[in-house]
């Protein structure tokens, strides 16, 4: 039986057939005026931008409050602040807190930095620098949550990526002041977002500046052309040849930074943290497989071990496990920030891999994994840094610490200050400072000491025992902290 025509009122459209245009205006006589196209409205989820605007103001908050309550963990940030203020006023990056007039580029090499120059200069400040960080931890939210929905979908994709941010790592990082590395996170999350989604020169690009992060991160740049190579062998072959050849490029620049750059500008003619690299891998072993397990257990539930991506976590790890200091091997600190991205994308790249699985029992996991990931990162947080942000106490100054900024406030600008951690954060952003017991001889103007546990018993004998040609006197104290000036 022969079915009739479809009248053309009702014939589907054919999607290659423009429309006839239908709008004529009611004046014939008049010259016809196409109304205007109306451009399609971006239908693209919002849900990394929100989710990186929450975590920024998170990780923002937690570093401001740390800071209000006098609360710096190490010098690293006296340190950093003393290399952005020399970028700021297009000085060399000399840090007076590692030695008087010491180039920071022989300590660690990190020119990335420089990039806080102009904001430092417009607001001189050590929290210029943990705002800083926590816009750039925020940042690598975005490639890591929309990596995910790409593979998974908006909902699973969204709970990797609130478990990303959530992480320990990220929160330790943000917990332990400031560090070069939040310059790397970013980075290699968008590397690592543009290999999943098969583009290739955009992967190598973003993998480059990591050269300019940290002298390792060379080799982590290495370790990404590669992956990049292997996984662009077959469908774009040139793509792969110009991955092993940044891939050279990553080893040979970890090894002139290692062996040429970071001695050039080192007094000591050598890198000095060579000494922190040996010891063997069972030293500590206990420490270190219990910071294998954080990572995949928690992070990915083990599913990740699936991704070829999780190679580039391999020279982190190494340096890591292969070094004799204990504080590398830990879960706390900074250290694990960098792996977090590796390991939040290769858990991605597992669970779309694992849907074409034949074992019902690992299809079923990999479904409700996302959900139990961020569930996970939920429950630690309770008793990771980010916490604190539930804590009244936390938003308000404590009157001790009033207190001890009204006596560094007698501090003049300009002055030389020999300070250990609490102090010392407060005055590089206006001071020289240099660390207690590392002048080289120089009697600076005043000696600040966090001395509340009470380490020094006769602060003035101290320092006579710092400074014999020098005389000090007490000029202030407030809750354990003491300042001395220079009379002669």
């Not at 959530?166 to 290699?188: T, Y």
């Not at 063997?280 to 420490?287: D, E, V």
């Not at 005055?427 to 103007?445: K, N």
């Not at 380490?455 to 004998?461: E, L, T």
């Amino acid at each position: 039986m022969l079915t009739p025509p479809t009248p053309a009122a009702r014939r589907p459209k054919d999607p290659h057939v423009p429309a006839p245009l239908t709008t004529t205006p009611p004046d014939h006589d008049a010259p016809w005026i196409p109304s205007p196209v109306t451009p399609a409205r971006d239908r693209r989820p919002r849900d990394p931008y929100l989710l990186a605007a929450v975590l920024f103001t998170a990780y923002a908050a937690l570093s401001v409050c740390r800071y209000r309550h006098l609360a710096t963990r190490s010098w690293d940030l006296g340190i950093f602040e003393q290399a952005v203020r020399a970028y700021a006023h297009l000085q060399a990056p000399v840090a007076d807190l590692k030695g008087p007039g010491f180039n920071i580029l022989g300590d660690h090499f990190s020119p990335v930095i420089a990039l806080l120059a102009p904001a430092y200069r417009l607001f001189p400040t050590p929290l210029t620098l943990l705002i800083a960080q926590a816009a750039l931890f925020a940042l690598s939210a975005v490639p890591v949550t929309r990596a995910a929905a790409g593979l998974l979908g908006r909902a699973r994709g969204l709970a990797l990526g609130v478990a990303y941010g959530l992480s320990w790592g990220i929160q330790r990082a943000v917990d332990f002041d400031f560090h070069e590395i939040c310059f790397a996170v970013p980075l290699i999350a968008f590397s690592l977002e543009a290999v999943l989604a098969h583009r290739w020169r955009r992967a190598l690009l973003w993998a480059l500046p990591l050269v300019l992060v940290k002298e390792d991160l060379g080799l982590t740049l290495a370790a990404i052309a590669l992956v990049v190579a292997f996984r662009a062998r077959r469908p774009a072959p040139r793509a792969a040849l110009y991955a092993l050849a940044v891939a050279a490029f990553g080893v040979l620049a970890a090894v002139l930074t290692f062996t040429v750059l970071i001695p050039a500008f080192n007094t000591t003619d050598s890198y000095e943290y060579w000494d922190k690299v040996g010891g063997g891998p069972l030293t500590g072993i206990g420490a270190k497989l219990h910071t294998l397990a954080w990572l995949l257990i928690p992070t990915t539930g083990l599913l990740a071990l699936r991704s070829p991506l999780l190679l580039v976590a391999l020279p982190t790890l190494t340096w890591r496990f292969l070094s004799s200091d204990e504080h590398y091997w830990g879960t706390d600190w900074h250290y694990s920030a960098v792996l977090m991205p590796v390991f939040s994308l290769a858990l991605a790249d597992s669970l779309a891999r694992t849907r074409c699985s034949s074992r019902p029992w690992l299809r079923s996991y990999a479904l409700h994994l996302p959900a139990a990931s961020v569930a996970a990162a939920l429950a630690l947080t309770t008793t990771l840094p980010l916490s604190a942000l539930t804590e009244p106490d936390a938003y308000r100054k404590p009157a001790r610490v009033s207190a001890v900024e009204r006596m560094l406030a007698l501090i003049p600008d300009g002055a030389s200050v020999e300070a250990n951690t609490g102090p010392g954060s407060r005055l590089t952003s206006r001071c020289r400072v240099f660390w207690v017991g590392r002048t080289d001889g120089i009697a600076p103007d005043f000696i600040a000491l966090d001395n509340k546990s009470g380490w020094v018993k006769d602060v003035q004998a101290y320092a006579r025992q710092l400074h014999p040609r020098a005389e000090y006197e007490v000029t202030g104290a407030a809750y354990g902290y003491v300042l001395l000036e220079r009379r002669a």
